[in-house]
């Protein structure tokens, strides 16, 4: 992909999550939104899961998230926060299907001071049988993740999508809203890192919903949502502007694939999956 410089601006609400939150600005470095459901209420508390090369201020990093009651998964690195904001420079320029995106992630941009924000989820807990033995409870099946474009608002007619590529450059779509595809599944337990597309400059607010599928809760599982804000700025360098129109038409046009189903694929710091 070229690169020209321009800001994008991320602020994330949480709307379901847990008591005693903060605000956490994150400038670089990487960082999963991390999913736990909560089943002695029915809801799902929304953390921000904090790395070794996390570059963040905020009073939210003083509010560490241990794990629902009985929970399996929480540590120290997780960080409740009633906003999340990203600040993002030299972002990517990015086309999916004929469509140029502005684009920031995937996870090894971490390593380069870029951030990236994975999306990963904890849906698992202890239990005790009647004799005292403890064993683990896998909460849901799988999970469902889905974008509610039509309660979400951006310019007007804009697009979002939410990919990832392989070694070759080939996208797997999970998100497309030109295609109408606002939905995909994924593991009970694992973390994924993707690619953000944009293709207008402008404000964004993106509502997610996220629920478990089957399995012990599934049948009786809340929805939690989360409203994702993203002010998206494209401020090209002198040197660069007269390259954008060249550098989309340099572009190959990837193939387009649908997967519902989270990939076993490779390692989650590099632009593919990494379930744990």
């Given at each position: 992909?070229?690169?020209?410089?321009?800001?994008?601006?991320?602020?994330?609400?949480?709307?379901?999550?847990?008591?005693?939150?903060?605000?956490?600005v994150?400038?670089?470095?990487?960082?999963?939104?991390?999913?736990?459901?909560?089943?002695?209420n029915?809801?799902?508390?929304?953390?921000l899961?904090?790395?070794?090369?996390?570059?963040?201020?905020?009073?939210?990093?003083?509010?560490?998230y241990?794990g629902?009651?009985?929970?399996v998964?929480?540590?120290?690195?997780?960080?409740?926060f009633?906003?999340?904001?990203?600040?993002?420079?030299?972002?990517n320029l990015?086309?999916?299907?004929?469509?140029?995106?502005?684009t920031?992630?995937?996870?090894?941009?971490?390593?380069a001071?870029?951030?990236?924000?994975g999306?990963?989820?904890?849906?698992?807990?202890?239990?005790?049988?009647?004799?005292?033995?403890?064993?683990?409870i896998?909460?849901?099946a799988?999970?469902?993740?889905?974008?509610?474009?039509?309660?979400?608002?951006?310019?007007?007619?804009?697009q979002?999508?939410?990919?990832?590529t392989?070694?070759?450059?080939?996208?797997?779509?999970?998100i497309?809203?030109?295609?109408?595809?606002?939905?995909?599944?994924?593991?009970?337990?694992?973390?994924?890192?993707?690619?953000?597309?944009?293709?207008?400059?402008?404000?964004?607010?993106?509502?997610?919903?996220?629920?478990?599928?089957?399995?012990?809760?599934?049948?009786?599982?809340?929805?939690?949502?989360?409203?994702?804000?993203?002010?998206?700025?494209a401020?090209?360098?002198?040197?660069?502007a007269?390259?954008?129109?060249?550098?989309?038409?340099?572009?190959?046009?990837?193939?387009?694939?649908?997967?519902?189903?989270?990939?076993?694929?490779?390692?989650?710091?590099?632009?593919?999956?990494?379930?744990?």
């Open positions: 992909m070229n690169r020209f410089g321009f800001s994008l601006f991320v602020a994330i609400v949480a709307i379901s999550t847990a008591t005693s939150r903060g605000e956490i994150m400038t670089g470095g990487g960082a999963d939104l991390t999913f736990y459901y909560n089943s002695g029915n809801t799902f508390d929304i953390v899961q904090t790395k070794g090369n996390t570059i963040a201020s905020g009073s939210g990093l003083d509010n560490v241990l629902p009651p009985g929970g998964g929480g540590s120290a690195s997780n960080r409740v009633s906003s999340l904001t990203l600040d993002i420079s030299d972002a990015g086309m999916l299907n004929t469509t140029p995106f502005f920031i992630g995937p996870a090894n941009q971490a390593a001071g870029r951030p990236d924000l999306i990963r989820t904890r849906f698992r807990e202890n239990a005790t049988t009647g004799t005292g033995v403890s064993f683990v896998d909460q849901f799988s999970t469902s993740l889905s974008l509610d474009w039509a309660g979400s608002t951006r310019p007007s007619g804009a979002f999508a939410l990919w990832q392989d070694s070759f450059g080939a996208p797997t779509v999970f497309d809203t030109a295609a109408d595809d606002l939905d995909f599944s994924f593991p009970a337990f694992g973390h994924q890192h993707f690619v953000y597309g944009f293709s207008q400059e402008g404000e964004y607010q993106l509502k997610f919903d996220v629920q478990g599928v089957g399995g012990f809760f599934g049948p009786n599982s809340s929805v939690g949502s989360v409203l994702v804000n993203f002010n998206v700025a401020v090209p360098e002198p040197a660069t007269g390259l954008i129109a060249a550098g989309f038409g340099c572009i190959a046009v990837g193939a387009r694939y649908r997967r519902r189903q989270g990939s076993s694929a490779a390692d989650g710091d590099g632009p593919a999956t990494d379930w744990e």
